[in-house]
């Protein structure tokens, strides 16, 4: 019976070094503990990464396909009844170690793994070694070994247990670094690289960060930085959380305040407006084929500044030294209409003639003229909610500043002349490109400058009957005028 369960355990561990995706060199058929003549190979190893073995399992001899494991020092507690790694490994009545039936799979390795790797972190008295990649190198070495089942961790994450049967071992990095991809999806006129956007102040922007997840994913942190002008949307319903999070595989959705969590109580040497956090139990659930897309939105605040780049940036932290990703980054943008009233030339601005701003081209739909507040600075802002329809040019100035607008064609149409002033027929059409220039009346030439917009004065007409008729009256009061001077004159003769 006792023989029976020892080829049993035998072949367990043989299943073991099987399934294990490394590379064996088998010029050696036997071996014992303690000689010290095992070796690990690294390859394809990352730079600045540092590779740390822990020695898990003595193998006290091998011979063959005949293999005989037992627990390293520091192990005891892993493995005892009722202790995480009870649940994958098993130890017969003779101290020897197997993997259990249905527990030795690729997903219960990863996991076993990454238990055993949190595990060894934080306990002493288990043989390890610790190893860098040099400049320009891609292979780390680790020699003078005892023989066993070792667990190879990197400061990306696990990369899988080993054993040293045939003393000389070798390994391929299967551990990436993660990435990082951010875009805009919703809100205002986005650019058709998703990179960057215009948009009306008061406006919901949705934006994605996408997470391309590398084997051996550990301590995932999500950082993202926003301009002071665009504000986290934060739902009053707590449950929801201010970001969404989805997989590519349904099968390993995760769950707001169980798999991930969101801090917006954010201090400033972390330089970001928001983080997340991705719990160790969920991340050894996935592997590199699984994308992670995180969905929020922002709202561009009545003080952005127009013409100008506000920036969204994400970058992630991973691994045990918190190693950061790459960066990717969006650009939100909200443009302006300079315009001055005038008569005659430039230099006589015109106050008081009234327009309101379109984005149909007949101007008669009330509904399509946008609204605005006017600030301290004299300046139109854009307010859809509270704003009003009316634009007056500004006394002294002559001055419609208009602040806040997307990218489009707008309709600039004069609904009120000051008095003594000709009304404007048609419309000024005003069209703003992504990058904000300006060009007036279908013109392919960019308007730099003001959009100026002349009114005329009208001409006093004359009355009815024309200049001639004014004429004859003159003349006739003028012969009435001189007949009394002259019969005056000759009554007086005659007096005398």
């Known amino acids: 019976?006792?023989?029976?369960?020892?080829?049993?355990?035998?072949?367990?561990?043989?299943?073991?070094?099987?399934?294990?995706?490394?590379?064996?060199?088998?010029?050696?058929?036997?071996?014992?503990?303690?000689?010290?003549?095992?070796?690990?190979?690294?390859?394809?190893?990352?730079?600045?990464?540092?590779y740390t073995i822990y020695e898990m399992l003595k193998l006290e001899s091998f011979s063959g396909t005949n293999y005989s494991y037992k627990i390293a020092d520091g192990w005891e507690n892993f493995f005892k009844e009722g202790a995480e790694g009870a649940a994958y490994m098993k130890k017969d009545e003779n101290g020897y170690m197997s993997f259990i039936a249905g527990k030795d799979g690729e997903a219960d390795r990863r996991e076993f793994?990454?238990?055993?790797?949190?595990?060894?972190?934080?306990?002493?008295?288990?043989?390890?070694?610790?190893?860098?990649?040099?400049?320009?190198?891609?292979?780390?070495?680790?020699?003078?070994?005892?023989?066993?089942?070792?667990?190879?961790?990197?400061?990306?994450?696990?990369l899988c247990g080993l054993d040293t049967t045939h003393k000389t071992v070798e390994i391929k990095e299967k551990n990436g670094v993660p990435t990082v991809e951010k875009t805009i999806e919703h809100g205002g006129k986005i650019d058709s690289n998703k990179q960057s956007n215009s948009a009306n102040i008061g406006e919901s922007i949705a934006f994605e960060t996408k997470i391309n997840v590398s084997n051996g994913a550990k301590k995932y942190v999500l950082h993202d930085k926003m301009d002071s002008n665009l504000k986290l949307f934060i739902p009053t319903v707590e449950e929801t959380g201010p970001v969404h999070i989805t997989a590519n595989k349904s099968t390993v959705n995760p769950v707001y305040n169980t798999d991930y969590f969101v801090d917006t109580n954010i201090s400033d040497s972390c330089k970001c407006t928001f983080h997340v956090r991705f719990s160790e139990e969920y991340l050894n659930k996935i592997d590199d084929t699984v994308v992670l897309t995180c969905h929020y939105y922002a709202t561009l605040s009545d003080n952005a500044e127009i013409n100008k780049e506000m920036v969204n940036q994400t970058w992630l932290t991973y691994g045990d030294n918190n190693k950061e990703s790459n960066r990717s980054e969006t650009k939100?943008?909200?443009?302006?209409?300079?315009?001055?009233?005038?008569?005659?030339?430039?230099?006589?601005?015109?106050?008081?003639?009234?327009?309101?701003?379109?984005?149909?081209?007949?101007?008669?739909?009330?509904?399509?003229?946008?609204?605005?507040?006017?600030?301290?600075?004299?300046?139109?802002?854009?307010?859809?909610?509270?704003?009003?329809?009316?634009?007056?040019s500004f006394e002294t100035t002559g001055r419609i500043d208009i602040e806040g607008l997307e990218a489009?064609?707008?309709?600039?149409?004069?609904?009120?002349?000051?008095?003594?002033?000709?009304?404007?027929?048609?419309?000024?059409?005003?069209?703003?490109?992504?990058e904000g220039k300006i060009f007036v009346n279908n013109s392919t030439t960019e308007n730099t400058g003001d959009v100026k917009v002349e009114n005329k004065t009208g001409t006093v007409l004359p009355s009815?009957?024309?200049?001639?008729?004014?004429?004859?009256?003159?003349?006739?009061?003028?012969?009435?005028?001189?007949?009394?001077?002259?019969?005056?004159?000759?009554?007086?003769?005659?007096?005398?």
């Not at 001639?468 to 005659?494: D, E, P, Q, W």
Request: net charge positive; charged share 20%; with cysteine.
């Open 1 to 50: 019976m006792k023989l029976i369960k020892k080829i049993a355990a035998i072949m367990f561990a043989f299943m073991m070094v099987v399934s294990m995706s490394c590379n064996v060199k088998a010029e050696d058929t036997e071996g014992v503990y303690g000689q010290k003549d095992g070796s690990i190979t690294i390859t394809g190893a990352l730079q600045g990464q540092t």
């Open 464 to 496: 009815t009957g024309g200049a001639g008729t004014t004429m004859i009256y003159l003349v006739g009061a003028l012969l009435v005028l001189g007949s009394g001077v002259v019969l005056a004159t000759k009554r007086r003769v005659k007096n005398k």
């Open 113 to 158: 793994a990454q238990k055993a790797l949190a595990y060894a972190k934080k306990t002493t008295g288990i043989n390890t070694k610790s190893e860098s990649t040099k400049v320009n190198e891609s292979t780390v070495n680790f020699t003078g070994l005892n023989l066993g089942y070792y667990l190879v961790g990197s400061t990306t994450g696990s």
């Open 332 to 392: 939100t943008y909200t443009f302006g209409i300079p315009v001055l009233k005038y008569t005659g030339d430039v230099s006589k601005p015109l106050a008081g003639a009234k327009f309101k701003l379109y984005t149909d081209s007949n101007c008669n739909e009330e509904s399509t003229a946008l609204k605005f507040n006017l600030n301290n600075n004299n300046k139109y802002r854009y307010d859809s909610t509270n704003g009003k329809t009316v634009l007056t």
């Open 408 to 434: 489009g064609t707008y309709y600039l149409k004069e609904i009120e002349a000051p008095k003594g002033y000709n009304l404007l027929k048609n419309p000024v059409t005003i069209k703003i490109d992504s």
